[in-house]
């Protein structure tokens, strides 16, 4: 069994800074692409930053020049630095994994942090 547990959402005003946590635990044998989502309240989940095992990462154009994705491969965990926050950007941020275990490669995904932007 494979849990991603989230810390780092809360509240901050315009123009502030948050840095989520995300770490992988259980049976893990390698995590390979690791990162975060977001979903606003009847939409779709959207892809907001992603990084691969060996440090290459994808951002949503919304995000480019403000968010900073990172991972700590040792420890299975990865990391969203936010900055110059925006009220559009609250909303909840899920943390995903692609992860090697027991039962073979699966996606998994966290229980959502809440991110509240004030303006």
């Known amino acids: 069994q494979v849990q991603l547990e989230e810390s780092g959402g809360g509240l901050v005003q315009a123009g502030g800074s948050l840095r989520l946590s995300c770490a992988a635990s259980?049976?893990?044998?390698?995590?390979?692409?690791m990162g975060w989502y977001r979903q606003v309240l009847g939409k779709q989940r959207e892809m907001v930053a992603t990084i691969a095992r060996g440090g290459s990462t994808n951002y949503a154009d919304s995000v480019k020049g403000r968010f900073t994705i990172s991972r700590d491969n040792a420890n299975n965990t990865v990391f969203l630095r936010m900055n110059n926050l925006k009220p559009e950007d609250a909303t909840v941020y899920y943390c995903y994994a692609r992860v090697s275990s027991w039962g073979g490669w699966g996606d998994y995904w966290g229980q959502g942090t809440q991110v509240t932007v004030s303006s």
């Open positions: 259980g049976s893990i044998f390698s995590a390979n692409t």
